[in-house]
């Protein structure tokens, strides 16, 4: 997660944040950002490019899966409960 880059802690939004990666590539088949083999462009990625396109999904997931990226933690899903409950209104 960004934060972790920035100060080292860790939050239950951190998790939430590896959750969204994870529900990326099993959308998708690729990780969101990536690079040469530079964990420094990796990085740059996780903390300053915009989520890619993803247009393998529903609408709704996908929304959600932006939601999960975000930069800021305060803009993510406060918690799992809060995520369940828009993952449980997905149709797939």
């Known amino acids: 997660a960004p934060e972790v880059y920035k100060s080292g802690k860790y939050s239950e939004r951190s998790d939430l944040y590896s959750l969204g990666i994870i529900m990326f590539r099993a959308v998708t088949g690729r990780l969101p950002y990536h690079g040469s083999g530079s964990n420094a462009e ?44 828009d993952i449980s209104r997905v149709k797939l």
Do not use: M, N, T
């Open 42 to 85: 990796i990085s740059q990625g996780h903390l300053k490019k915009p989520v890619p396109k993803i247009d393998s999904a529903p609408e709704e997931l996908v929304k959600i899966i932006i939601k999960l990226l975000e930069k800021e933690p305060s803009k993510r899903y406060q918690s799992a409960k809060d995520l369940r409950r």
